[in-house]
């Protein structure tokens, strides 16, 4: 491990920790310090440390927080990010609300602490030498590198003592040009618009200026590929949790799918509901000759929501798979999954589970932005505390708000596009009844649907509801009848107060029943 200190963008020292001994500063600045060390010791951990936090590094811990090559990581000590938050008027993803309690998975990199391997830095070194500023190269190499692979954290475990180091932000022009570099072009005139109409700021000399310069191109980043072990060196156990509904005929294919897995799980936990009063269970063949104890629960209470928390209640193994009843795959499935796991040392996976003929668009294991609710596996010790939350039952947002749940108590979610379901969609699935909403007869319907809303209230930066509201506002602009946009914003206000409404009420009415 090779540190450098730094203050004011510029170097102090440089400590190799592994052989005990200064090394010699060719250059003070930072950013050229911190290619030119990753150049000359090609295959090293390299951290960058400021200055005044030199007597808080938790050395200890840093052979397990980088456990693999493949790991960035940083820890912000300021309430307030380098990366403006801003930057929520274009980002959508869970990544850029971080929990600064816990390991977190964001591409908001910082250069008060943090380290990653000099084999990653030096894929970059061509196209952000020039730069003068760390911080701002280090959220260019995450956000390039998330998507293909690298794997990037907030982590407070980086340091053994609370320390603040103030620095400034983000000049605005730097950012409009990392948005112009990271998203597609429109996104730069939202952010425009999102700035004017929420905080009354007219950006026209920052825009300016980022037209000016050019466009940071960063060729496309390959990481290497990963060599998996042939085998598990630690068997653990796994429960599997499948709620159902109707679907006796896919539900026995799943469980001899599951019967004949190399790996086999220890409890298949089965949570059936049926809302027929005086119905019973039409699974006759659980009693069967089968692998593996089947933990069988008959419920009247409709609800995905309710019958995966009864299933929670009953798991007893070191991991689950949350699998769905009409999913089809290979023997072989189990075992993948866990070598992935391994080699990765992940907390928990989504697996690629698409229906026939649709095209997986990814080709190699990165970090997720959701989570499947009948395609992951979790570890175990990470869902105590968690749960699967009611305002959602009924709705949609339940597994994006699961992988939220997930990510807030330090479990990372990876997507592994390498072990494959096929996803049957069998038609007598699903909603087979008509729910009746709380607010299905209200004079003024709530938009979005209240259970959207109140995934965006709980797990939303303010900056990122602002920016889904615009977004809202002129997409639905076009399929609706009023064309005077003044009248048709009062009446979509209206709709938007309703659903922060009823999604309040949701929330409340979620956490009176925990």
């Not at 005929?249 to 809302?275: A, G, H, M, R």
């Amino acid at each position: 491990m090779i540190v450098i200190f730094h203050k004011k963008n510029r170097t102090k020292s440089v400590f190799d920790y592994e052989n005990n001994q200064e090394l010699k500063i060719e250059s003070n600045k930072l950013v050229t310090t911190f290619f030119s060390l990753a150049n000359a010791y090609s295959d090293r951990l390299i951290v960058w440390c400021h200055v005044d936090l030199k007597h808080n590094l938790n050395i200890e811990e840093f052979g397990e927080i980088f456990h693999n090559q493949l790991i960035m990581c940083s820890f912000e000590t300021s309430d307030k990010h380098y990366m403006d938050s801003s930057i929520g008027y274009v980002e959508a993803s869970p990544f850029i609300n971080v929990n600064k309690s816990c390991k977190y998975p964001t591409w908001l990199m910082s250069s008060d602490i943090g380290g990653m391997y000099s084999k990653v830095i030096n894929r970059f070194k061509n196209d952000l030498s020039f730069a003068s500023n760390l911080d701002l190269v280090l959220n260019y190499i995450s956000k390039k590198g998330m998507p293909n692979g690298l794997l990037c954290y907030s982590n407070p475990r980086l340091l053994n003592m609370e320390k603040v180091i103030d620095k400034k932000s983000i000049k605005k022009s730097d950012l409009i040009t990392f948005i112009k570099s990271n998203y597609k072009h429109r996104w730069v005139y939202i952010y425009l618009f999102n700035n004017f109409i929420y905080q009354k700021k007219i950006l026209a000399l920052p825009f300016f200026i980022s037209i000016l310069g050019e466009k940071i191109r960063i060729h496309q980043l390959k990481l290497d590929t990963v060599q998996i072990p042939n085998q598990i060196f630690n068997e653990k156990s796994v429960d599997v949790l499948i709620p159902t509904l109707g679907r006796k005929k896919e539900l026995l294919d799943v469980l001899k799918d599951l019967n004949n897995q190399t790996v086999l799980p220890k409890n298949v936990i089965i949570v059936e509901q049926n809302s027929e009063e005086g119905s019973i269970s039409e699974l006759d063949y659980l009693n069967g000759n089968w692998n593996f104890i089947i933990k069988h629960h008959f419920t009247h209470q409709l609800g995905a929501c309710n019958a995966r928390n009864i299933g929670l209640s009953l798991i007893e193994s070191d991991f689950v798979f949350f699998a769905d009843d009409d999913i089809r795959f290979s023997e072989k499935l189990i075992e993948e999954s866990l070598v992935y796991m391994y080699y990765y040392n992940a907390d928990a996976i989504t697996l690629n589970c698409l229906q026939e003929n649709e095209v997986e668009l990814h080709n190699r294991v990165h970090q997720w932005p959701t989570f499947g609710t009948n395609a992951s596996i979790s570890k175990t010790k990470y869902l105590d505390k968690i749960r699967f939350r009611m305002a959602y039952e009924f709705g949609y947002g339940e597994d994006s708000d699961f992988g939220m749940q997930l990510r807030n108590q330090g479990c990372d979610i990876l997507y592994v596009p390498f072990v494959k379901m096929l996803h049957l969609k069998a038609p007598i699935g699903g909603f087979r009844f008509k729910i009746t909403k709380e607010w299905g007869n209200d004079e003024i319907q709530p938009k979005p649907a209240p259970t959207v809303m109140v995934y965006k209230l709980k797990h939303n930066t303010k900056e990122q509801l602002q920016s889904y509201k615009t977004t809202l506002f002129t997409k639905f602009y076009r399929r609706q009848l009023i064309n005077n946009p003044l009248k048709y914003y009062k009446t979509f206000q209206k709709s938007w107060n309703q659903s922060i409404y009823w999604a309040n009420y949701l929330i409340k009415k979620d956490s009176d029943e925990v």
